[in-house]
């Protein structure tokens, strides 16, 4: 089925540690992102991608790097993941950089 | 920098009652106006969204909103909400800067409706 997903769905991980949260969609879309999402916060964004090759920075992106060698995968990885980075992560995709976006399900991530 | 400020964090309504739940961003220039809802255990959706043209945008499941610009506000209204509408809605706005549409989301309103 065309759509976007998400893996793995839920995540606990050790302080230190590298986690890759994976993102995958089936349209085709130019544009993809990374939000996180925590109370009191709403959805702030991680990073962005305009195309295959082209990423760039959002609101919170210390911490987190993107790749995205191909049109329809655009991973989060945590580095040395922290407590804090410990949320909600939707990955989501457009068509352009100004039509409303479309959802993944969301990685819940646990760091210990 | 730009701002979205939802200014309800939480709402309890009783069936039937009517909604207002408000948006007011901080930006001068284009923007792109949207209503995301999130019901519960799921991804976000959208509800609404205006571009252009008559600043009162009708939506999904009977919900409306009201652009107006010398105000900066774009607040989400539902005549009479239902039990199912219980959940998180996001107001969110694209600002152009330097050519680069980047959405920016407030921070989010929690929608209880008791039947």
């Known amino acids: 089925d065309a759509g976007i997903t998400q893996s793995p769905r839920y995540k606990i991980t050790e302080t230190g540690r590298q986690v890759t949260l994976m993102c995958h969609q089936t349209?085709?879309?130019?544009?993809m992102f990374w939000y996180r999402q925590d109370l009191g916060h709403g959805l702030r964004l991680i990073y962005y991608?305009?195309?295959?090759?082209?990423?760039d920075k959002g609101e919170v992106p210390d911490g987190y790097v993107v790749s995205r060698s191909k049109t329809e995968n655009f991973p989060l990885t945590l580095e040395s993941a922290t407590r804090s980075q410990t949320s909600v992560y939707f990955c989501?995709?457009?068509?352009?950089?100004?039509?409303?976006?479309?959802f993944g399900n969301g990685t819940r991530l646990t760091v210990t | 920098a730009q701002s979205v400020s939802q200014h309800n964090h939480h709402v309890i309504l009783s069936e039937a009652a009517s909604l207002e739940l408000g948006c007011n961003y901080s930006?001068?220039?284009?923007?792109?106006l949207f209503w995301y809802v999130q019901y519960p255990g799921q991804h976000l959706q959208l509800l609404l969204k205006?571009?252009?043209?008559?600043?009162l945008v009708k939506g999904i499941k009977g919900f409306e909103a009201e652009f107006i610009k010398s105000k900066f506000s774009f607040n989400l209204r539902k005549p009479s909400v239902q039990w199912s509408d219980t959940a998180e809605y996001f107001c969110?706005?694209?600002?152009?800067?330097?050519?680069?549409?980047?959405?920016?989301f407030g921070q989010g309103t929690t929608l209880q409706v008791k039947p």
């Open positions: 989501a995709s457009s068509d352009s950089d100004n039509s409303p976006l479309h």
């Open positions: 349209w085709s879309h130019s544009y």
């Open positions: 991608s305009a195309a295959a090759d082209i990423t």
């Open positions: 930006y001068g220039g284009t923007v792109n």
């Open positions: 205006y571009f252009s043209g008559d600043p």
């Open positions: 969110a706005v694209n600002a152009w800067v330097d050519n680069t549409g980047k959405l920016i």
